[in-house]
């Protein structure tokens, strides 16, 4: 079965320091991994995403995230947090081998709270 | 135009009344989804359409009626709906049909309150 872990209700983190966003993943195969970001009282928003290539994906807003496939991980970093980055924070994924199972798989969330 | 657009961006109900969620894309995506999200949790996939046909409904009970009338619009009817069905009603597109690496593109949501 696939499934998504994220196991970090909350991340607190001061403003300008570096901040990192757990995830971890199980699926049959190959993953495709998805990062989405969700504003207060808006809609998802596209981060990044893995599919295949360099691990060390970069994204929106100068996010990145980098894809281990030991560890079956893939952890969302900035270098240095703004307070406007404080925001929902979703893993997804989806075996390549999934075949009719097409659904992603969401991670529960993780409430990132940057500090002035 | 990479958007999604989504209305109304809130609505209140009786439980015996009958609305309809609209949603519009016009980047030419063919797999368009609708999604139920309570507040600080993930996103529950509802139904999708693939290439305007309906290729996944996750068991969603009948009060809730989904139509793709063309490759850009999709609808959610509802009727005789109950208090917890109250939610964030997301739609999303993204480019092919459902599978691989497409990411999605959401819409703003709309706020349903269902009383």
């Known amino acids: 079965a696939q499934s998504v872990a994220q196991p970090e209700d909350q991340v607190n983190v001061a403003e300008g320091n570096p901040l990192t966003v757990k995830c971890t993943y199980s699926v049959s195969g190959n993953p495709y991994l998805f990062w989405y970001v969700q504003y207060p009282n808006r809609g998802l928003q596209f981060l990044l995403k893995?599919?295949?290539?360099d691990n060390l994906v970069k994204g929106s807003y100068g996010f990145e995230a980098e894809f281990n496939k030991s560890q079956t991980s893939f952890h969302l970093k900035k270098p240095s947090a703004l307070v406007s980055d404080s925001a929902l924070y979703f893993c997804a994924v989806r075996g390549q081998n999934a075949g009719n199972n097409r659904k992603l798989i969401w991670g529960l969330g993780t409430s990132l709270a940057v500090n002035p | 135009d990479t958007e999604v657009t989504q209305t109304p961006k809130h609505l209140v109900m009786g439980m015996t009344n009958k609305k309809s969620l609209k949603c519009e894309q016009h980047?030419?995506?063919?797999?368009m989804y609708w999604y139920k999200q309570k507040a600080k949790k993930p996103p529950e996939l509802m139904f999708v359409y693939s290439y305007e046909k309906l290729s996944i409904n996750e068991s969603v009970p009948s009060r809730f009626s989904p139509e793709c009338p063309n490759s850009s619009l999709l609808n959610l009817h509802l009727h005789a709906l109950q208090p917890e069905d109250s939610a964030l009603y997301l739609c999303?597109?993204?480019?092919?049909?459902?599978?691989?690496?497409?990411?999605?593109?959401f819409g703003p949501g709309t706020r349903l309150t269902v009383l």
């Open positions: 893995y599919i295949t290539g």
């Open positions: 980047m030419g995506h063919r797999a």
């Open positions: 999303a597109s993204s480019r092919g049909g459902t599978g691989r690496g497409n990411e999605q593109f």
